[in-house]
């Protein structure tokens, strides 16, 4: 009992420390030290070197390529000028009169070609200004808008998207990006149909009652938050103010990388390392694995490098310093992936624990015969209290993706369900208001928790957990297309 207490606590710590600012480098492994020091059993030294950094450091092996190529590629969209031409070419085209869709589909659009969150708000938030104010939309249903096309169906739904949250369960389950595609589009279009109409009804309620953009001074983001994130993403407030003044390239190139992407994931996934002899990869120097665990790794990994290339040809000369935008990108890769590991970490150390073995037979024993549900309960639950969709996905993937993928093919369950099932349930409570991405977007956005998390927290936890929801259902009864 006094090993459950000591988990709920330091679950409950890692929520309230990390939502105060206190860094997860730091916190996390103090946290599991504490876990430690109060299990008797359990040696701290050993859990810290062993447990500990042997996950965290497995992590990063693993996932580093994909966080620094997206990173680098998110990055030169960005100074490219690619990202701002494609917000506002969709912005152009949809007009003021559905500026709400026009946000959102702006945001989908990048981050669904590989674009990092941080860099939409940033490209995004000044044209959705101008836009709402234009349209008489209040200024705090920004957030929320931006939140639906950037946190949500992108992220977590549609296939083939290079999101982290789609590529963790990859080797897990032995799938591709592609997994379970149909019901991904169909859990996709309900999370942006169902979001949609709460923004459009809050916008309607706004305008009944005469509210307007409000009184708001735009200035450049200068919060202590926003610098401390900016900073963790490599990003320079100082280019806020000289974007107007570059040359930005025709929407054509600035739409060819995030097609790339798409396309030779597909293409690498499908065709291109289906007809490779990987025999070698079961040799002891390879790892001894099969093709099944890694495609998908190698299938994003192919596809970023190639867009990586065709921006960096296409818009050399508006790349005014290539090393600086190259540097930037990759040290905007470490601070993720090192949060991140160190959640793994953390979530490692626990499993570690004997009071670990009676919390797993609890979660996997809810949903009765169907794992779908109790691994989409265990993944939001972590999600949630870490705070990060990636690392609560991790922790749970970490500790029980065997036992969830013995589960599955004990049920007739397929992998490629259980991916997509794991990676929609990775975007629900991990919106929560001690969220990082949220506690940027608000600052980006210059607004408070109480005037605008209500939107946030609808289309970007309310709205993902029903679309699970759906989704589970279909599953178990369509299985796995």
């Known amino acids: 009992m006094v090993g459950i207490s000591a988990i709920a606590i330091a679950l409950l710590l890692l929520m309230v420390l990390a939502y105060r600012g206190l860094s997860l480098l730091i916190l996390a492994p103090l946290l599991a030290a504490l876990v430690a ?153 309900v999370m942006l149909g169902l979001g949609q109409a709460w923004l459009n009804h809050r916008a309607r309620r706004a305008r009944a009652t005469g509210e307007g953009y409000g009184n708001h001074r735009e200035t450049a983001p200068a919060a202590v938050h926003l610098r401390e994130h900016a900073a963790g993403e490599g990003f320079d407030l100082a280019e806020v103010t000289a974007r107007q003044a570059r040359d930005l390239p025709p929407l054509v190139l600035a739409l060819l990388p995030i097609v790339l ?90 499993a570690s624990l004997a009071a670990f073995e009676t919390i797993s037979l609890w979660v996997t024993s809810v949903g009765g015969d169907n794992p779908l549900i109790s691994l989409a309960i265990a993944v939001n639950l972590l999600a949630g209290m870490t705070g990060s969709a990636s690392g609560g996905m991790s922790i749970a993937l970490a500790t029980l993706g065997d036992t969830y993928l013995a589960m599955g093919q004990g049920a007739d369950i397929s992998p490629d369900l259980l991916h997509r099932v794991t990676a929609v349930a990775t975007g629900g409570l991990d919106a929560l208001p001690h969220n990082g991405a949220v506690i940027t977007l608000l600052s980006i956005c210059g607004l408070t928790h109480r005037q605008a998390y209500l939107d946030i927290a609808v289309v970007a936890v309310v709205v993902p957990l029903i679309s699970l929801v759906l989704l589970i259902i279909l599953g178990s009864l369509a299985g796995s297309f």
């Open 37 to 189: 020091l109060v299990s008797a059993d359990t040696p701290l030294l050993a859990s810290y070197t062993q447990v500990f950094m042997g996950a965290a450091g497995d992590f990063i092996v693993r996932y580093f390529p994909l966080f620094l190529l997206g990173a680098v590629f998110g990055k030169l969209m960005e100074d490219s000028g690619s990202a701002e031409v494609l917000a506002g070419a969709i912005v152009e085209r949809l007009g003021d009169t559905r500026a709400i869709l026009s946000v959102v589909l702006s945001c989908a659009v990048m981050t669904y070609g590989g674009v990092s969150l941080f860099v939409v708000a940033f490209a995004v938030y000044p044209i959705a200004a101008e836009l709402f104010r234009q349209a008489g939309l209040p200024k705090r249903l920004i957030p929320g808008t931006i939140a639906l096309g950037a946190f949500t169906f992108t992220m977590t739904a549609l296939p083939g998207t290079p999101a982290i949250q789609n590529a963790i369960p990859m080797p897990y389950f032995g799938t591709s990006p592609f997994a379970a595609p149909g019901l991904g589009i169909l859990t996709g279009l």
């Open 261 to 350: 992407v798409i396309a030779l994931n597909l293409l690498f996934t499908a065709v291109v390392i289906p007809t490779m002899d990987t025999g070698y990869l079961a040799e002891p120097t390879y790892g001894a694995t099969s093709i099944d665990s890694v495609r998908g790794v190698w299938s994003v990994i192919a596809a970023l490098v190639i867009a990586i290339g065709v921006i960096i040809a296409t818009n050399r000369k508006r790349l005014a310093d290539l090393t600086t935008t190259l540097d930037s990108g990759a040290n905007a890769s470490l601070l993720p992936i090192f949060n991140t590991a160190s959640l793994v970490g953390f979530g490692s150390v626990i």
